[in-house]
């Protein structure tokens, strides 16, 4: 059994293997990538039935280096509280998939979108399987882990602000939902919040950045002097 069809306003949560061409060099480890990629998300998702025989309230579709999330169940009409409760426990899972992965050294990206979603099985036979998705949720979440303007950063996971519910993220919210507290905002982005998933209290988010940026800006130094060297050398030049 597949995806049950849904439609409606929810969100959706695109997540994609970071540095996919690098590993598609080696063969072998391509296909342990794929494996614990694709692995990693159903044990998660089914993990959310364990005790219950109703349809997950979070369901995916993996193809190749990219996983597709959803919350089914359709947010129009629901208040802000259930709202946040969704949102809270779609960034669980995003967290848990992101943590098993990096434990297999293996860097996932996230955008999240909250809007319209419209997907259904279709009909199949031997050799083709249907699934249409679409929707703004959809197209946003996509677009954003795309940008060229903004890209995206290994590891990173980030909430597109637009479409999202009104006071949705608070500092109320902060206190009332766990990965709330982890959601911070960017100075030089103001279309995103940026979701901390790697820390486990948000004194740790500031420390994390501080490293992250100081590790940039070292490998861009030595990106450098290997290109001078280069130059250099093969130019008969000191």
């Known amino acids: 059994m597949g995806i049950i069809n849904f439609e409606g306003e929810t969100y959706v949560a695109f997540v994609d293997i970071y540095g996919f061409k690098h590993f598609m060099r080696d063969k ?10 694709y692995d990693c998300g159903y044990t998660i998702l089914k993990s959310q039935n364990l005790d219950t025989n109703e349809p997950s309230p979070i369901q995916g579709i993996f ?12 947010h129009q009409n629901l208040s802000l509280m259930e709202k946040c409760h969704s949102l809270n426990h779609l960034l669980n899972v995003v967290k848990d998939m ?16 909250y809007g319209s979603l419209s997907c259904s099985e279709k009909a199949e036979f031997r050799g083709i399987s249907k699934n249409p998705f679409y ?22 996971c980030r909430i597109v602000k637009k479409n999202l519910p009104n006071d949705l993220i608070t500092e109320e919210s902060k206190l009332n939902w766990d990965n709330f507290a982890l959601l911070r905002k960017k100075r030089n982005d103001g279309l995103r919040v940026y979701f901390y998933w790697m820390v486990n ?10 490293v992250y ?24 030049k000191k």
């Open 135 to 156: 929707g703004d949720a959809y197209l946003n979440a996509f677009m954003d882990n795309e940008d060229p303007q903004v890209k995206i950063k290994p590891g990173e």
């Open 201 to 210: 209290e948000k004194s740790k988010i500031t420390e994390f950045n501080k």
């Open 63 to 74: 193809v190749s280096d990219c996983g597709i999330l959803f919350v089914s169940r359709d």
């Open 213 to 236: 940026s100081k590790f940039e800006a070292e490998r861009y130094k030595k990106m450098a002097e290997l290109i001078k060297d280069f130059t250099f050398r093969n130019n008969n």
């Open 28 to 37: 072998d480890r391509i296909d342990e990538v794929v494996y614990e990629f």
């Open 98 to 113: 992101n943590i098993h992965m990096i434990e297999h050294d293996v860097i996932l990206t996230t955008s999240i979108a």
